[in-house]
């Protein structure tokens, strides 16, 4: 009998799951990880929006991202086979490429900021039912060469919401193209999906089903 019941409480799922949908900081994961959090800038904008481009206010002060573990995992993944790579498209990168966090986990009370300067669900998700970032299951993000920081040239620039960040995109020249089909390809390698209209966002399958979140970022 004790022997069933020690069996029960090893195997009980919850454990598992609980710990995957805990927040954390990913470069505890991944330290050479490079977070520049687009939403601490005085210089961010949505670019392309009907109206022209829009400067967005500052929602965060410090450059700390957060996702939940189990994305964090997957993002280790991408990061560890990008560093391999020595050289891509006729250039050399002697330390490998990496990832650069532009946003991740984002408190919902931001989302409806967000909605507020852009109220188009294709870009920005109500905050009504909520973005997989107030889950801390997204995360937008590109390439750089880790020997000088420096991003890999992709279509667009973060948050811009014109028809060129769409993945089926591809009246661009083909380094461009390669660069973002690198990421795509890694990220789909590390298990996570894309979405259509952005080149830059990726999130862990079922996103939706981890808790919504309004913890405040420092
Ligand atoms: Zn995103």
């Known amino acids: 009998m004790k022997t069933i ?41 949505f670019l392309n929006l009907p109206n022209g481009d829009v400067k967005l206010p500052k929602f965060y002060t410090n450059n700390e991202t957060l996702v939940i573990l189990r994305a964090a995992k997957m993002l280790k993944t991408a990061q560890d ?5 020595k050289s891509f498209n006729g250039n050399s990168y002697p330390e490998g490429i990496g990832l650069k966090i532009w946003d ?29 970032h107030n889950r801390g299951g997204a995360i937008d993000l590109t ?29 661009l020249p083909q380094n461009v193209i390669n660069n973002r089909e690198m990421l795509k390809s890694v990220m789909q390698y590390a298990g996570f999906l894309t979405y259509s209209a952005e080149w830059w966002h990726y999130n862990v399958p079922g996103a939706n089903t981890y808790p919504l979140r309004d913890y405040q970022l420092k």
């Open 5 to 45: 019941l020690l069996l029960l409480f090893f195997s009980l799922p919850v454990f598992s799951q609980s710990a995957d949908d805990e927040l954390i900081n990913p470069k505890e994961l991944i330290p050479d990880l490079v977070v520049d959090l687009r939403y601490t800038a005085n210089d961010h904008y």
């Open 81 to 85: 086979s990008l560093r391999n790579i």
């Open 104 to 132: 991740g986990y984002r408190p919902r009370s931001v989302q409806y900021l967000l909605f507020e300067i852009f109220p188009n669900p294709v870009y920005v998700a109500d905050p009504n039912s909520g973005s997989m």
């Open 143 to 171: 390439l750089i060469d880790l020997s000088t920081g420096e991003e890999l040239e992709m279509p667009t620039e973060f948050d811009d919401f014109s028809d060129a960040a769409g993945l089926g995109y591809n009246d």
